[in-house]
């Protein structure tokens, strides 16, 4: 079955830097779009950037942008997302998710992790 395994969540001071990791199996790793997702307490899940299947392609959502980079390695099946320059309201579980579109809609990914924590300390 498919899995998808988050790591690399922790605490991490406001302006410090923290790369999370996904590891894939079970699927066929290169066909699928993989996407960053973050949900904060009471809020609803959001977009933080997504890579196409080769890594030609990446988009990111405004509030990350030029401070997060998504990468992956198809060979390892995994995907990383390198977190820089941290915010307070950075704070949520971050979740890893797949699908065959790459897109911004949670709804549009079949696959997903079970989420790491990831607090910035101000």
């Known amino acids: 079955q498919v899995q998808l395994v988050e790591s690399g969540g922790g605490l991490v001071q406001a302006g410090g830097s923290l790369r999370l990791s996904c590891a894939a199996s079970?699927?066929?790793?290169?066909?699928?779009?993989m996407g960053w997702f973050r949900q904060a307490p009471g809020k609803e899940r959001e977009f933080v950037a997504s890579i196409s299947r080769y890594g030609s392609i990446t988009h990111y959502a405004d509030s990350v942008k030029g401070r997060f980079t998504i990468s992956r390695d198809n060979a390892e099946k995994m995907v990383y997302l390198q977190m820089s320059s941290a915010r307070p309201e950075d704070t949520a579980v971050y979740y890893c998710a797949a699908g065959r579109l790459i897109v911004t809609e949670a709804g549009k990914y079949d696959y997903w992790g079970q989420g790491t924590q990831v607090i910035v300390s101000s």
């Open positions: 079970g699927l066929t790793f290169s066909s699928y779009h």
